[in-house]
């Protein structure tokens, strides 16, 4: 199929009514899917000639290449009436995530980051990983990689905590604790005697939402220094660890209450106290 049919069946998606601002509001569901049917069954080639129908924003009109290539993520995922097949999937995530390597502006790119969230799986986490060190590309890069979770998407995030951008580093170290990967905690505790202040706190709430027993040292030196609001910080940070570990790990939620009662001597600390006094109870 030539690039010509290819805009054909993209010219079969919806499009917004000028009128209606922007909505849209008139979508024939059977004409849509028969349309993004045909489109998968092109492959890799229909893939790629449909990321080089999208612009910049502001640029130009490509609504419908756009919802074309989300409808795809969605059909390869079993969505709209058919049956997920994990082939289908495996093969259109890893052609989208080709065109990640092309010279296609920022903003395009992320689209294409966008879509990997929603169909992409283990076969593209290196391509994308391959986007952190982008600035203009790291969020999306890094909210794709954590939907996919696993432990190859929490090694990008390991290897971008290395890097000497302070933003960079703060989402490595943010996604490692929303992944709760347990390989990570040496990297975090490190990170808990970091020159900056919120990769500090951060770090010391992905150890406490990893739970990871190793990882409470780390925590406790840094809530001895911690001031102002990273302070507050702390107390939350450690409250969450003793949750995560008082079913199954009560000596080390023990310990964590029991700093947390001792060293919240301030007027302003009192609930930390009353709450560690209060758990320690219950715990015996």
């Known amino acids: 199929m030539s690039a010509e049919q290819v805009k054909k069946l993209v010219a079969a998606m919806p499009a917004p009514e000028p009128n209606e601002r ?46 074309a290539l989300h409808g795809l993520a969605l059909y390869v995922c079993g969505l709209g009436g058919r049956l997920r097949n994990e082939e289908d999937r495996k093969s259109f995530s890893a052609a989208l995530a080709k065109t990640l390597d092309g010279d296609r502006p920022a903003a395009v790119k992320e689209f294409v980051l966008r879509e990997l969230q929603v169909c992409g799986g283990g076969e593209v986490v290196a391509a994308i990983g391959k986007c952190l060190g982008e600035a203009a590309l790291v969020e999306a890069a890094a909210a794709a990689l954590v939907t996919i979770g696993g432990d190859e998407a929490a090694t990008q995030f390991r290897r971008l905590q290395q890097s000497a951008n302070r933003g960079q580093r703060l989402i490595a170290v943010q996604s490692m604790g929303v992944l709760r990967d347990k390989q990570s905690v040496s990297a975090l505790a490190k990170a808990t005697d970091d020159d900056d202040g919120e990769i500090r706190t951060v770090a010391c709430w992905a150890l406490a939402n990893i739970g990871d027993p190793a990882g409470i040292d780390a925590c406790l030196t840094a809530a001895e220094k911690a001031q102002g609001y990273e302070r507050i910080q702390a107390g939350k940070s450690r409250l969450l660890f003793a949750e995560r570990l008082k079913d199954s790990r009560q000596a080390d939620a023990k310990r964590l209450y029991e700093h947390l009662r001792r060293t919240s001597g301030d007027e302003s600390e009192l609930y930390l106290r009353e709450i560690a006094e209060r758990e320690l109870a219950g715990l015996g």
């Open 22 to 67: 922007g909505i849209l509001s008139k979508i024939d569901r059977n004409a849509t899917l028969k349309a993004i049917a045909e489109l998968h069954a092109g492959g890799e080639e229909h893939v790629r000639t449909l990321v080089e129908m999208l612009v910049e924003p502001g640029t130009g009109n490509d609504h419908q290449a756009r919802y």
